[in-house]
């Protein structure tokens, strides 16, 4: 009798806490929001050290009761699923981790409670509050793309490494040592600055030849620019197809991106339903 009592608590909790699709769960995200909001703006506020004079002692009381908060709720996050660890490893629960911390440590490093600002990650939650998990589905496919691009990006990357090398040292042997172009690792520099096209201008060509060569690393330098936008379009163009939508969350550990027709975790193994 107790563990059932104990389960249906839990699952009231995990309502409450987990899905957005009930006025219990939808208030009480809204007021995570609000509380994260308040607590971010306090931190801001706090770093004014004209508003620190005045308000620091009640800007820390609030910093400490907004923790406080903050720890009972990642702790009910916890509760109310089978599998805790699973939610501690999950990518919202190393956020929720890590925007508890600096207020601890603070105690033992003072300054580290500027850290608190991590806390605004924790918006990320907003998007499954007002239905917009399509941004959600987002990062999980960005992440296939760029998974798949590596490859592609590896070979691109050493490919401009070696023209910069081989312009560097074109220009090294071109210019004058008195025109900023003084060793090769100087004159590669310049390379990864021009073909970025970045431009600082503290060295630049004067012989009529570096001007050239200067001008033919510059359209090169436009010319790729376009290379791995387009590996990377393409491959979250191919990712996009695959795209699902995104169910409620798992019971078990918390954690979301199934599929819409799932009947258990891809997680956990555990049953998506009660």
Same mark, same amino acid.
């Given at each position: ?147 798949? +691009?590596?490859?592609?990006? !590896? *070979?691109?990357?050493?490919? %401009?490494?070696?023209? =910069? $090398?081989?312009? @560097?040292? &074109? ?10 172009? +003084?060793?090769?690792?100087? !004159? *590669?520099?310049?390379?990864? %600055?021009?073909?970025? =096209? $970045?431009?600082? @201008?503290? &060295? ?10 200067? +001008? ?19 491959? &979250? ?38």
């Amino acid at each position: 009798m107790a563990t059932s009592n104990l389960e249906q608590r839990r699952f009231r909790l995990h309502e409450i806490i987990y899905e957005s699709n009930t006025k219990a769960g939808k208030a009480f995200d809204v007021a995570l929001l609000f509380a994260i909001f308040a607590s971010i703006i306090v931190v801001m506020l706090d770093s004014v050290l004209s508003i620190h004079k005045h308000y620091g002692d009640l800007f820390y009381t609030l910093e400490w009761v907004f923790t406080a908060l903050f720890t009972v709720e990642y702790f009910l996050r916890l509760f109310s699923i089978r599998k805790p660890w699973r939610f501690v490893f999950s990518f919202l629960g190393l956020i929720d981790l890590i925007s508890l911390i600096p207020s601890y440590l603070s105690i033992f490093i003072p300054g580290a409670q500027a850290l608190l600002v991590f806390r605004a990650l924790r918006l990320l939650r907003v998007f499954r509050i007002f239905k917009l998990g399509t941004f959600l589905t987002e990062i999980n496919f960005l992440t296939t793309a760029l998974k798949g +691009s590596v490859r592609k990006i !590896s *070979i691109f990357l050493l490919t %401009v490494l070696t023209l =910069t $090398v081989i312009l @560097g040292s &074109i220009m090294y042997l071109v210019e004058q040592k008195e025109n900023g172009f +003084s060793n090769i690792p100087e !004159s *590669i520099y310049w390379a990864i %600055v021009t073909i970025t =096209t $970045v431009g600082y @201008g503290d &060295i630049s060509p004067v012989t009529p030849i570096g001007k050239f060569v200067a +001008s033919v690393v510059m359209l090169i330098g436009y010319a790729i620019i376009a290379v791995p936008t387009g590996i990377i379009t393409h491959d &979250i163009a191919l990712a996009a197809k695959q795209k699902k939508e995104l169910p409620e969350a798992c019971p078990s550990c918390g954690r979301e991106g199934h599929e819409q027709d799932a009947l258990f975790c891809k997680f956990c193994g555990s049953s998506l339903y009660r």
